[in-house]
């Protein structure tokens, strides 16, 4: 799709339908409580709206709706084509409405336009597509269990899926979990980041035009401790799906423990090591990799690659060209489609990534770029920045900043680039650029995180698993056909052929 102008988008903003009731059983609804928090354009210090702030009984009302429709069968026992070309009818009614779910999504969140327009929702809707065209392909397995026996394992879905989402990807978070749990026939609920809110209220009327049944996919809006943990916590539900932080994740898992031990995956955090060896090649290339790695989505992004691991002998060359590239990525107003880096999403991360700035400062880091806020109007605005002279104990090394920062660390030989890669209680991605194979296939194997890419930063594409080792992850992974494994249950049928008699007869 063709950019439109910054004018051309402020006045779609300016005439958006903007959701804000809660979507629970394929109608919009206040909170019971009648209570709403409010969502501001961080670009401009604008309130949006005030939207519905659910709470307990929101939560019961969906997981009930919910429970209802799966135990209905409506859309768990609907036949796999069908659901399918449901789900396939929603893709379509996006691509219809993208232009108006871009820019909704980014007065919301503060991501540049041009990002949305051109990777976040094509890559939302390969997405479902995706999941949607690999429901009607999947075979289930028979077990080795000799002629006297018929031994089927089959996959089912779960029930009541609750689906918690973080906010720097609100379209492509709700695909990547939407895909695969609808597909496998469960029934949804998504409680979207209470920054940004309405990109999952418009799937959810769009998803209901589509033709997908009431209360299979409902939307409760809310706080994490309130919404949140009452999804977290309900017996009703039988299954979580989260992203967002470590922390936040752990809490998943307790509610789970002290509730119905619902099974429960959690995409968190990472502190990304981008690994460059002596004998890189095309270091133009590489440093584009780098900045974009590190900058994409004003480094909201938990694949960005943080830390830049790279060999004594190739630095300066390389720290040279990143400079050059990093100068082209302008910042400012996100409607701007020429601007790169948009506002940060809220007042609380705006104040951290700053404060891990003034850390990086303060403990002996260099700045190379930026290093500061930038003033426009009352909007959230930080320089893309960049720290050479960080060893591997500095906090901005070792804590996820989730913004603008790159952190420099020379290393002198191969071996102690991984283990400074490693130095990290996450492990969520890597990325080790070599001209040598062998080099670049032993240290992807020696780099513990869930996706190492070589010669490029990325996340691989929806057919690869993404989620991550040690505190990055648990429980499963999304994309690829194994995300189908989180929303499906594994029961073993076994049907005894035998009737007692060895003769062999057949009747
Ligand atoms: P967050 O953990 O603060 O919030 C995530 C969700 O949890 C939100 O919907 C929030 O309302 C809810 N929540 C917060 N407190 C809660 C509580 N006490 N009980 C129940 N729910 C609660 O994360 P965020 O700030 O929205 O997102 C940033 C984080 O997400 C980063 O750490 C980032 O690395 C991670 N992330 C990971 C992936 C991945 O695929 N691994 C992708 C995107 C973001």
């Not at 290339?285 to 830390?307: L, P, Q, T, Y």
Request: negative net charge; contains cysteine.
């Amino acid at each position: 799709m063709s950019l439109l102008t910054r004018d051309e988008y402020q006045s779609i903003a300016d005439s958006l339908h903007l959701p804000t009731g809660a979507y629970i059983n394929g109608k919009a609804c206040a909170a019971t409580s009648g209570e709403t928090f409010e969502t501001v354009n961080p670009a401009t210090g604008e309130v949006l709206a005030n939207i519905a702030s659910c709470d307990q009984a929101d939560v019961d009302k969906a997981v009930e709706k919910a429970r209802d429709a799966f135990e209905a069968g409506v859309w768990s026992k609907m036949h796999p084509t069908e659901r399918k070309k449901v789900i396939i009818q929603l893709c379509k009614l996006i691509k219809r409405n993208a232009r108006e779910i871009a820019v909704l999504e980014s007065i919301e969140s503060g991501k540049p336009i041009q990002e949305i327009e051109n990777v976040d929702i094509p890559e939302s809707i390969h997405c479902l597509e995706w999941h949607a065209e690999a429901v009607d392909k999947i075979y289930d397995q028979m077990a080795p269990a000799g002629d006297d026996a018929v031994a089927m394992i089959v996959r089912e879905p779960i029930g009541v899926v609750a689906a918690i989402l973080p906010w720097n990807f609100p379209m492509l978070m709700i695909a990547w979990k939407l895909g695969p749990a609808l597909a496998s026939g469960n029934s949804v609920i998504i409680k979207p980041a209470e920054q940004t809110t309405m990109t999952a209220l418009r799937a959810a009327e769009l998803a209901s035009e589509a033709g997908v049944p009431d209360g299979v996919f409902s939307v409760v809006t809310g706080l994490g401790e309130t919404a949140g943990q009452a999804l977290g916590r309900h017996m009703g539900v039988d299954m979580v799906s989260f992203t967002g932080s470590t922390e936040v994740g752990r809490y998943f898992l307790e509610y789970a423990a002290q509730s119905n031990l619902k099974k429960v995956v959690l995409e968190c955090g990472g502190k990304n090591p981008c690994v460059v060896l002596d004998d890189a090649e095309h270091l133009d290339v590489v440093a584009e990799h780098i900045v974009n790695a590190v900058f994409w989505n004003m480094g909201e992004n938990c694949s960005s690659n943080s830390r830049l691991i790279v060999h004594k002998d190739v630095k300066k060359a390389l720290v040279e060209r990143i400079l050059h590239r990093a100068r082209d990525w302008r910042t400012g107003d996100p409607l701007d489609p020429s601007n790169r880096l948009g506002a940060i999403v809220s007042q609380e991360q705006y104040d951290s990534i700053l404060g891990y700035i003034a850390k990086g400062k303060e403990e002996g880091g260099k700045v190379l770029m930026g290093g500061a806020a930038m003033k426009e109007g009352q909007g959230l605005f930080i320089e893309p920045t960049i720290f050479d002279e960080i060893t591997p104990d500095m906090t901005i090394a070792r804590e996820e900043i989730f913004g603008p920062v790159l952190s420099i660390i020379t290393v002198g030989s191969t071996d102690e680039a991984v283990k400074v890669a490693n130095d990290t209680k996450y492990g969520l991605a890597a990325s080790v650029f070599t001209a040598n194979v062998r080099r670049a296939h032993r240290v992807a194997r020696a780099i513990k995180a869930g996706t190492v890419t070589v010669n490029c930063f990325g996340e691989g594409d929806i057919s690869t698993p993404f989620g991550g080792y040690k505190q990055s992850g648990f429980g499963g992974r999304d994309n690829s056909i194994h995300a189908h494994d989180q929303y499906t249950e594994m029961k073993t049928i076994w049907v005894d052929l035998s009737d007692g008699e060895t003769d062999g007869e057949l009747d």
